[in-house]
């Protein structure tokens, strides 16, 4: 099993433009999870989703950040227009079931936005 | 905001001592959830203990629970410099079905 695959591995990019980060969970699990990860906050879930609907975007910062799941094997997070301040590392996780057990997470993205 | 928070924040021990780390959370849980970060990585799950369990164990970890003072520790005996990492414990609330993860320790093992 590949385990859950991020890409890109690391981005730089100017504030202003648009980023898109991608996730492919395990195949079978069907709760996706996107965090971010910084010094300051530490891990923040920004959404789950659950049988490729969003459960939960409470966590999701402004109106900048989007995310999708067309399908079972694929998800994207988009922040657009990037800012300094979203310079962080993204997550992607899954898991079985509808979440609150055991996460399979990513290798990360780290995202530097100038 | 954070749920859990893991004392200490950082711990520097040799190899072959035994490392303890803390975590204390506010609310009621389902269930208690212990992941490893190594550097540059993503977290590896270690080990869940449901409300209802007061002890676990896998291999050299060791995890207590108790509720009544919403507290959990992990116990890694005989540590190894491949131990190493960031430790973050994670909780999940009743009703819910994410994950609210601590700060987490640094530990440093050295040879």
């Known amino acids: 099993d590949a385990g859950v695959i991020q890409s890109p591995r690391h981005e730089v990019t100017e504030m202003g433009q648009e980023v898109t980060l991608r996730c492919k969970p395990i195949s079978g699990h069907n709760s996706l999870f996107w965090y971010r990860q910084t010094m300051m906050r530490g891990l923040e879930l920004l959404i789950y989703f659950n049988n490729n609907v969003p459960i939960d975007d409470s966590g999701m910062p402004e109106d900048r950040f989007s995310a999708k799941m067309p399908n079972a094997s694929f998800s994207t997070l988009k922040i657009q227009p990037s800012e300094p301040r979203d310079s962080a590392v993204y997550f992607c996780?899954?898991?079985f079931g509808r979440g609150g057990y055991e996460q399979y997470f990513g290798p990360g993205t780290r995202l530097t936005v100038t | 905001s954070q749920q859990g928070e893991e004392d200490p924040q950082a711990l520097s021990i040799q190899e072959g001592e035994n490392a303890t780390m803390n975590c204390s959370y506010k609310t009621s849980i389902n269930n208690l959830q212990w992941y490893r970060q190594n550097s540059g990585r993503g977290l590896v799950h270690l080990i869940l203990i449901r409300s209802n369990e007061r002890e676990k164990h896998s291999g050299r970890l060791r995890v207590t629970l108790d509720t009544s003072k919403k507290s959990s520790s992990l116990l890694i005996t005989a540590s190894r410099a491949a131990d190493t990492a960031s430790y973050f414990c994670a909780t999940v609330s009743p009703g819910y079905s994410t994950l609210t993860f601590g700060k987490g320790t640094m530990l440093l093992v050295s040879p």
């Open positions: 996780a899954s898991s």
